[in-house]
């Protein structure tokens, strides 16, 4: 948007910004309409006026840091070719997300639908692009291989979104994160090793 933003506009931005800020560092319990206003330097009202309450905000926090994220990360992985590299970028995206705190906006929203069901349904929701932007990119490295046909990249794709949440989540109980480098260390060494499964299948004439 070129110019000044509208003041409504201007105050959407400054809440979705504190509700992120505050998610990150209070946790979903310690985040509520009177801490994200404060942090916004606004009047809690404008939390309802704008977003219709807290939980409908916290979404639009995550989305916006999806938004930014799958941006970054289809532009990361554009050029990647084999297996090798994409387990090097996809240890870059856990060292950037973690030191980011994006992962932390879903893990909270996460552990916030265990007690809240009307979040699951949203959550999963904005889970699937993510799956489907794996498997995209699996299946272009990947597909037509005989690696694909033991390991689909649909398949693959969910189980690395899985994965990747569950590393995510155990990063922030345990604060030693040498163990899971070493899960990326490893994957960076099986990789190369995977190269024959992933060659392409002659097509039959």
Known sequence: MTGKQQPGAE?????IEA?????????????????????AEVN????????GG?????LAALDRSSEQRMSAYQEAVAGARTLEELAEIATAIYRAD????????????????IARPELRKEIVERAEPWIDFVERTLDRVIGGSPLAK???PRDLAYAAITFYLGVNLFTHLDTDNSRTEA????????APRAKLLTLRLPRRR
């Not at 105050?11 to 809440?15: A, D, I, S, V």
């Not at 809690?44 to 977003?51: K, T």
């Open 11 to 15: 105050t959407r931005e400054r809440l």
């Open 19 to 39: 509700a992120a800020e505050t998610l990150r560092t209070e946790g979903y319990a310690g985040t509520s309409a009177r801490t994200i206003a404060r942090a």
């Open 44 to 51: 809690s009202a404008l939390v309802f006026y704008h977003f």
């Open 54 to 58: 807290v939980d409908p905000l916290l």
């Open 98 to 113: 973690i030191e980011g705190g994006h992962i932390t906006l879903f893990s909270e929203l996460v552990g916030a639908s």
């Open 150 to 152: 033991l390991l689909p």
């Open 183 to 190: 899960l990326f260390a490893l994957a960076g060494r099986v």
